[in-house]
């Protein structure tokens, strides 16, 4: 069992990473590993990005125990630690897919212009497969 979000949580994923993957942020190495074999099977990108401890320090909170912004360095990290935060320690994996989401081109004739529907071909899969 695993929880997977998908959400278009930061614009900063796409200055890491264009719009030729979303980024990928686990807790766990086989949830990450069914994950790239899902997007290598489907097509739809995945890019793993650090979750590091350190993170986790922009966001400890003064009034409670995390707040829900850590300035701008490292933002994409430390917004998927916010969310992991409450996890509880279950197999879970963040996708940011605000970079994906939307097309202003069509590129192919699975990104057509407009929404993508990013991730539906990819949990398909990994649905399929885990």
């Not at 400890?60 to 933002?75: A, F, H, P």
């Amino acid at each position: 069992k695993a929880v997977v979000d998908l959400a278009t949580l930061t614009g900063a994923i796409g200055i890491a990473l264009g719009t030729q993957a979303a980024g990928l942020f686990d807790n766990n190495a086989d949830l990450e590993a069914a994950l790239m074999g899902a997007s290598a099977q489907s097509g739809e990108r995945l890019w793993p990005m650090p979750m590091w401890e350190e993170y986790m320090e922009p966001i400890k909170g003064d009034m409670g125990e995390v707040k829900n912004s850590g300035g701008r360095g490292g933002g994409v990290s430390t917004s998927a630690k916010f969310i992991e935060h409450f996890t509880e320690g279950y197999p879970w994996a963040h996708l940011d897919i605000a970079n994906v989401a939307w097309s202003t081109t069509e590129r192919d004739a699975m990104t057509p212009k407009g929404a993508t529907g990013f991730g539906v071909r990819l949990l398909v899969d990994l649905a399929e497969s885990y």
